[in-house]
Nanobody, 121 residues
């Protein structure tokens, strides 16, 4: 089995910063794309940013000048550095990873349990 555990969510004032972390553990042969999603109350879950195992990054327009996704492949960890936070960034943030569990292949998508980010004034 594979587990994704997020951490770093907190209460923060507008303009503040947070760094989210997500560690993958378990039966892992290779991790492909790792992503951060978020879900605000009453809204659908949306992709925030993603990074491939070779380091190619993507971020949605509303965060790309403020958030930075990175990963440490040796630690099976993905990070989301969030700067200049706004109230509209308030959401539960979820980690997502495409994991190959063995050399025979077979990609499985795993999700973390989420971490709450609240931006309030």
């Amino acid at each position: 089995q594979v587990q994704l555990v997020e951490s770093g969510g907190d209460l923060v004032q507008p303009g503040g910063s947070l760094r989210l972390s997500c560690v993958a553990s378990g039966s892992i042969f290779r991790i492909y794309t790792m992503s951060w999603y978020r879900q605000a109350p009453g809204k659908q879950r949306e992709l925030v940013a993603s990074i491939t195992n070779s380091g190619s990054r993507f971020a949605i327009d509303s965060v790309k000048d403020r958030f930075t996704i990175s990963r440490d492949n040796a630690k099976n960890t993905v990070y989301l550095q969030m700067n200049s936070l706004k109230p509209e960034d308030t959401a539960v943030y979820y980690c997502n990873a495409g994991v190959e569990k063995g050399p025979a292949g077979g990609l499985v998508i795993y999700w973390g349990q989420g971490t709450q980010v609240t931006v309030f004034s």
